[in-house]
């Protein structure tokens, strides 16, 4: 696991080689002249606001898509970006625009194919900071998995990658350990678990396999005292509602101990698919940890492609997916 503290000596060793867990970037939480969370919560409050900070990039927009974030949930999105800054240069900007307008607090995204990119984006959006995988395919080729975070209620306090790459898991999933506190909320810790698991259906066993080693990850963890509320987000590449894919996910959503709430399950089975014109292959599922915060609540899919023009073409073949977690009062 790699202390915070030591997060900072990292990303100046690794930033060399150019594979970074953390990066540092400015903001400027005022830049939006909309009246965006933070500044709800600040309003509300009575927190201090962080002082200004120039980015170097114009303020993103907020009035792109219609806002689904609010003061008193914690919004989550996973969301594959196909090949983040490596078919799309010019990707970072609307991205985003797209987050500010949603006005979400934390964003699983996979894909990323350009650390440059990567870097833009989170400099991009003021509110936020990012940690990104460090693994690597080759020096130069790489499908990473990043976590976006809003930086002034989420605090990262671990990071680590688990089995940093194997046959089963090419691309090893990210763990990212959170503090959230505010000023009008009780605090709360969770581990967020970013994952994008092998495609097509060659990668059915390998899928199998995966899932099973993270069930286990998961209930060692928690029957060894440590954290209990956890988050498995991203690309799945897998179907849940065939017999195949009940099968592949049976860990999940035939535990017969009540470990788990796969959030998407519902939505699997409605429309919009989370893979544009496949299936819903996109997940987010929940520990029982978190159970009294979320209840029965079900994520769902954003239909980003038709509020955005040529969004299939300049920012994925995938819809993002969403979940709302209640925060409980002071």
Known sequence: MVHPRLLSLAFAALALGGCDL???SPGDPSADAS??????VDAATGCPAGPPVETGYPPPRSDLVKRIGGPDTLDIVAWNVRNLGAENKQIAAPLADVITSLDLDLIAIEEV????AWNELVARLPEHEGVLSSHVYSPTNYQKVGVLYRKSTLEVVDVDLLRDRSYESPRPPLVVSFRYQDCAHAAMTFDVIGLHLKALDEGIERRRTAISDLDKHVRAQIDGGGEDEIILL???NQEIVSEVGKGVMAPMLADADGMYDVRTLA????TPP?????ETIDHLV????LAAEAGAASASILGLDSQIAGYR?????HRPVFFAIPLAPR
């Open 286 to 289: 929940t520990t029982r940890g």
């Open 113 to 116: 194919a350009s650390i440059d």
């Open 234 to 236: 991203g690309d799945f």
């Open 22 to 24: 953390l990066r540092d």
């Open 313 to 317: 073409t300049s920012i994925s073949d």
């Open 274 to 278: 989370s893979y544009i014109g496949r």
């Open 267 to 270: 939505a699997s089975t409605s």
């Open 35 to 40: 009246p965006g969370k933070d500044a709800a």
